[in-house]
C-alpha cells in the first residue's frame, strides 16, 4: 500500500508551495494610514463635538420657565467673567441675572457633567464586557449605589436629598458594596469570566431593587414622593461648591479611565485575545471596575438613576465614528454631556413650572432604541 | 517553482539549518497536567494529563486529535492564557511562567478560534493592534500613544501577506468568517512573533484560502525561521504543511512523529473510532485520508 519515500528527513516547505506569492511591493503604512484614527480627524471631530456642546448649553440656558434674550443672556454671561458685578441695573436685570447664574447656568453643567460620566462609564463597560447593551445599570451597581442613599435618606439624611453631604458617600458605599457582592460572586476560579459576571449583575439588580421599594414604602409619604422622584432621575440646580465638588472628583475619576483608551482597544477583541497581546487583563479590569463604581456613586447620589445614556450615546456614537476608544471615549463623553444637558430642558420646560424627572425623557427616548437594537441588530448582539 | 525558492536561505532541505545556531527547542512541554478549576476539583477529570513534546526552532507542528481531546486547552497553555497545574513550559529555553505577557507577546502571536467581532473597527485598526505590545514605556500606563511608521509599515504587510490589504475600511463586523480569519492571522503576523499559535486557522476558509494560508505559514517559516503550532481538524491540511503531527485522545499524548508516523490506519482507527482509507496524495506523496463512503470497497 504505501508509497516508498526516499527519506524521512524534514522536508522543506518550499518543496510543498503550491504556488509561488507575488513580491509585494514595499509597505509604507499608506493603506493601513487611511484607514485609521488619524490625530487630525480626532481633533476635527472632537471640536465639532465641542462647538455642538457650546451652543447647546447656550440655547438650555435660554430656555426655562421665562426665555432669556439670547443678547441679555450673553451679557449677563460676560460680565460675570469679567467680575464688574456692581453694575447691577435693575430689579429685572437683577433677577434675570441671577436665574441665570444661580439656577440654570449650575444645572446646565451638573446635567453636563453627569451626561459625560454615564456616556464615557457606558463605554468602558460596553468594552470590558463585550456587550454593547452593558451600562451600570445592568450589572447592578447603579441600583447599589441607590439603595446605599436610599438607605441614608431611612437612617435621616436630611429631608432634601441632594443638599446632603451624607448621600453621596451612601451611594459611593453602597456602589463599591454592589461591585464587590458582583465581583465575589462572579470569581469562581483565578479569572474573571465575562458572562457569569453579566447574569450576576442582573440578579443583584433585582435584589437592589426590591429593597429600594421596601424602603421607599416605609417612608413617610412626603419623603417617599421625593425619594420615587429621585430614583427617576432628576437634576437640581447645585451650589457652586457642590459643582466644583463633583467636578473635581469626576473629572480625576475619567482622566484616570481615559488612560485606559488603548487596553480598552485590545480588550474589546476579547480577552483571550487581549491577554496575548500583553495585556494586564485582570488589572485592566479591576482599575476599570472600581473606578466605574466611583463615578456612578457619585453620579447616582446627585441625580439618581438616569438610564439609557451609557448605553445609547456609545453605541449611537460608535455607528457614528468608529470603535477606537481614543476617540470613541472623548466624543462619547461630550455627546452624553450634550444629550443630558438638552433632555433636561426639556424636563424643566415640557410642562413648566413643574417639572418632569429627566430620566424619564432619556427613558422615552432611549427605550425605542434599545427595542429597535434587539429587534433589528440583534446580529450585533453578544 | 522549486528552483526560485532553492535560492533563498532555508530553502533546501534543512528548513532551519541556514547557518543558524539554534541553541534550544521554541517549546519544551514536560509531563504538562492541566485541569479546569471548579468548586469541586476533586471530580474535574484531567484535560491534559502527562504531556510531553519539544517543538524546534522553524517548524510547523500540528496538533490534531478528536474533539475533546484537549488541543485547544493545550494551545492556551502554550500562550499561557492558562496556567498548568503540574508540569512545566519553557519558551526559548526559559520557563514560560517566568516570563510577562507583554514579553511573551513579542514572542508569541495568537490567533484563537474565530469568534464574531462585536464592535466595527476596521480592518486596520485590528491589524494594527497587533503593534500593541511593542508600543513604547511611558508613564501614561498603557498607552495613547500614536501608532509610529514603522508600525503602519509592519501592519500593511502583514495585512498583504494574508490578502487583506484591500479591506483595510471595512469593519471587521461585516467581514465574511474567512476574511475575518484572514485579518486574526494578520493581527497576530503585525506582533512579528517567533512562535505562532493557530487554533483551527482555516476553519472558515474556501479551498483557495486554506492553500494560501498553509503556503504563507510555510513561507514564513522559511523566510524569516518562524515556529507555527497549529490545531487543525483537516487530517489532509495539517498532512501536506506541517514536519511533525502531535495526535492528542483524550489529553493524552498518542503519537508524535512525522505524517507518516501518525497518519497511519490503525492509529487513527482507534482513536477516532471510524474506518478511514489512507493512501498518497497523487503529486507530494504525503498520507491522504478519506472517508469510506457509503459503499463499503475492500478497506482493511
Not at chain 1, 438607605?151 to 439624611?157: E, M, P
Not at chain 1, 430620566?359 to 429597535?372: E, M, N, Q, R, S
Not at chain 2, 517553482?1 to 528548513?15: I, L
Request: aromatic share 6%; with cysteine.
Amino acid at each position: 500500500m504505501k508509497l516508498p519515500l526516499a527519506t524521512g528527513s524534514p522536508r522543506s516547505c518550499a518543496d510543498r508551495l503550491s504556488h509561488k506569492q507575488g513580491s509585494a511591493p514595499p509597505a509604507h503604512g499608506n493603506v493601513v494610514q487611511g484607514a485609521i484614527l488619524t490625530r487630525s480627524r480626532l481633533i476635527l471631530i472632537l471640536g465639532l463635538l465641542s462647538l455642538t456642546a457650546v451652543i447647546v448649553s447656550l440655547v438650555c440656558l435660554h430656555f426655562g420657565a421665562q426665555p432669556i434674550a439670547y443678547g441679555e443672556m450673553l451679557r449677563v454671561l460676560m460680565g460675570a467673567i469679567t467680575v464688574d458685578q456692581a453694575e447691577a441695573d435693575g430689579g429685572s436685570a437683577d433677577i434675570t441675572r441671577t436665574i441665570l447664574l444661580q439656577i440654570r447656568l449650575p444645572r446646565v453643567l451638573l446635567g453636563f457633567l453627569v451626561g459625560c460620566s454615564l456616556a464615557s462609564v457606558g463605554v468602558v463597560l460596553q468594552a470590558l464586557l463585550r456587550n454593547p447593551l452593558a451600562d451600570p445599570y445592568v450589572l447592578g451597581v447603579s441600583s447599589g449605589a441607590a439603595l446605599g442613599a436610599a438607605v441614608g435618606v431611612l437612617c435621616g439624611a436630611g429631608t432634601t436629598f441632594l443638599a446632603e453631604a451624607a448621600l453621596p458617600a451612601c451611594g459611593f458605599a453602597g456602589g463599591i458594596v454592589a461591585l464587590v457582592i458582583v465581583y465575589r460572586m462572579a470569581t469562581n476560579s483565578e479569572r474573571l469570566p465575562i458572562h457569569s459576571l453579566l447574569l450576576t449583575g442582573v440578579i443583584l439588580n433585582a435584589i437592589f431593587s426590591a429593597l429600594i421599594m421596601f424602603i421607599t414604602s416605609i417612608l413617610d409619604p412626603n419623603r417617599s414622593y421625593g425619594m420615587m422622584a429621585w430614583l427617576m432621575g432628576t437634576l437640581t440646580s447645585p451650589t457652586y461648591s457642590g459643582l466644583v465638588g463633583v467636578l473635581v472628583y469626576l473629572s480625576i475619576s475619567l482622566i484616570l479611565l481615559f488612560r485606559q483608551v488603548r487596553a480598552l482597544n485590545i480588550l474589546a477583541l476579547g480577552e483571550d485575545a487581549a491577554r496575548s497581546l500583553g495585556v494586564d487583563t485582570e488589572r485592566a479590569k479591576r482599575s476599570i471596575f472600581i473606578l466605574t463604581a466611583l463615578v456612578t456613586g457619585a453620579v447616582v447620589s446627585v441625580s439618581g438613576m438616569i438610564g439609557f445614556i451609557g448605553m445609547v450615546v456609545p453605541h449611537a456614537v460608535r455607528l457614528a465614528i468608529g470603535a477606537d476608544h481614543r476617540l470613541l471615549l472623548p466624543a462619547s463623553a461630550l455627546v452624553g454631556g450634550t444629550f443630558l444637558m438638552g433632555a433636561d430642558t426639556i424636563a424643566r420646560t415640557l410642562i413648566a413650572p413643574t417639572e418632569v424627572p429627566v430620566g424619564i425623557i432619556t427613558a422615552l427616548a432611549g427605550g425605542p432604541f434599545f427595542v429597535y437594537l434587539l429587534l433589528w441588530r440583534k446580529d450585533r448582539l453578544a | 517553482m522549486r528552483g526560485v525558492q532553492e535560492s533563498q536561505p532555508g530553502g533546501g532541505n534543512e528548513p532551519c539549518a541556514s547557518g543558524l545556531v539554534r541553541p534550544c527547542d521554541a517549546y519544551e512541554v514536560h509531563s504538562l497536567r492541566f485541569r479546569y478549576q471548579s468548586t469541586d476539583s476533586s471530580s474535574s477529570p484531567w484535560i491534559l494529563d502527562d504531556v510531553s513534546f519539544q517543538v524546534s526552532q522553524g517548524e510547523v507542528l500540528g496538533i490534531v486529535g478528536p474533539n475533546g481531546s484537549g488541543k485547544t486547552s493545550l494551545l492556551k497553555l502554550l500562550a499561557r492564557l492558562a496556567s498548568p497545574q503540574q508540569g512545566g513550559i519553557t519558551l526559548f529555553g526559559r520557563d514560560l511562567t517566568a516570563m510577562g505577557q507583554d514579553e511573551i507577546a513579542r514572542l508569541v502571536g495568537v490567533v484563537p478560534q474565530d469568534t464574531p467581532q462585536l464592535f466595527p473597527f476596521t480592518v486596520a485598526e485590528t491589524v494594527l493592534m497587533g503593534r500593541f505590545p511593542h508600543r513604547p514605556r511611558n508613564r501614561w500606563g498603557s498607552g495613547f500613544g500614536w501608532e509610529s511608521g514603522e508600525d503602519m509599515a509592519i501592519t500593511e504587510d502583514a495585512m498583504r501577506t494574508m490578502d487583506v490589504a484591500h479591506l483595510a475600511q471595512r469593519a471587521v463586523t461585516d467581514l465574511s468568517g474567512g476574511e475575518r480569519q484572514r485579518t486574526m492571522i494578520a493581527r497576530a503576523l503585525a506582533q512579528t512573533p517567533n512562535v505562532l499559535l493557530l487554533d483551527e486557522p482555516t476553519a472558515f476558509l474556501d479551498l483557495q484560502h486554506q492553500v494560501e494560508i498553509g503556503s504563507v505559514l510555510c513561507r514564513l517559516k522559511d523566510e524569516r525561521g518562524l515556529t507555527v503550532v497549529l490545531i487543525s481538524h483537516d487530517l489532509n491540511l495539517v498532512s501536506q504543511y506541517c514536519d511533525r503531527l502531535l495526535l492528542l485522545a483524550e489529553g493524552q499524548v498518542v503519537r508524535l512523529g512525522t505524517p507518516d508516523d501518525v497518519i497511519e490506519p490503525l492509529v487513527l482507527e482507534q482513536v477516532y473510532r471510524c474506518q478511514v482509507l489512507i493512501d498518497r496524495h497523487p503529486t507530494s506523496g504525503v498520507p491522504r485520508v478519506t472517508l469510506p463512503g457509503r459503499q463499503s470497497t475492500g478497506n482493511k
